[in-house]
């Protein structure tokens, strides 16, 4: 069992650039989620699926967007990077509500 | 929405004391109340988690307890070991509406040899 698979780990882009952000879960999860970390800020929620064919905005979606592919996969999409999108992005799945995340391994993602 | 509140931010402790942190919150119908663990690099693990119709529950050195008048719960951590050296997170989930948990910010432990 892989758990939750994300990538790149790393990625360093340009002001403009766009790029996305795969993660799959294994666990036959419902409810999937992408939060970004930053120092003294804790985990903010930017996206979630509750379930498949479902997206729903978090705490702070502004310059983002996601796509549910299947209930498998749910990818983030930064369509022109700025350097305040600079984070830890972190990709979790739960099987529903009342359950805790699994989360993935995490994207150091860097914009310049 | 929900708040959650977090304390300390910074607990520093000698190997084989016991360590508390605590958070409160302030949404009444939250009924699911989990606690991670963040060591430095890695991802958040669940560690252990609490719901509300349960006052406190065990899992080896760890436990956390659960007061719904009040408001809060407690992670304990008993016999401090250094590899529980990480950033700890508590999160309040509501019973209704998107289900999303809240998160505190964080407290920082330091197990010192």
């Known amino acids: 069992n892989a758990g939750v698979t994300q990538t790149p780990k790393f990625q360093v882009l340009k002001t403009g650039q766009s790029m996305t952000l795969q993660c799959a879960q294994d666990?036959?999860?419902?409810?999937m989620y992408w939060y970004r970390q930053d120092p003294g800020m804790g985990l903010r929620l930017i996206y979630y699926s509750a379930s498949e064919g479902t997206t729903d905005k978090g705490e702070v979606p502004n310059g983002y967007n996601v796509s549910r592919l299947n209930k498998r996969e749910f990818s983030l999409r930064l369509e022109s990077a700025a350097p305040s999108q600079t984070s830890v992005y972190f990709c979790?799945?739960?099987?529903?509500?009342?359950?805790?995340?699994?989360f993935g391994s995490g994207t150091r993602l860097t914009v310049v | 929405g929900e708040n959650v509140e977090q304390h300390p931010s910074t607990l520093s402790v000698q190997e084989g004391d016991s360590a508390v942190i605590k958070c409160t919150y302030s949404?009444?119908?939250?009924?699911?109340f989990p606690w991670y663990k963040q060591e430095l690099g890695k991802r958040p693990q669940l560690i252990i988690d609490i719901r509300s119709n349960v006052g406190e529950k065990k899992d080896q050195r760890i436990a956390v307890t659960l007061n719904k008048t009040a408001k809060h719960f407690s992670l304990h951590i008993t016999e401090t070991q250094p590899e529980d050296s990480a950033v700890y997170f508590c999160?309040?989930?509501?019973?209704?509406?998107?289900?999303?948990?809240?998160f505190g910010r964080g407290t920082s432990l330091i197990v010192h040899p």
């Open positions: 979790a799945s739960r099987p529903g509500q009342g359950h805790g995340y699994t």
């Open positions: 949404d009444s119908a939250s009924n699911y």
């Open positions: 999160a309040a989930s509501p019973s209704g509406g998107s289900y999303i948990p809240t």
């Open positions: 666990m036959n999860h419902n409810s």
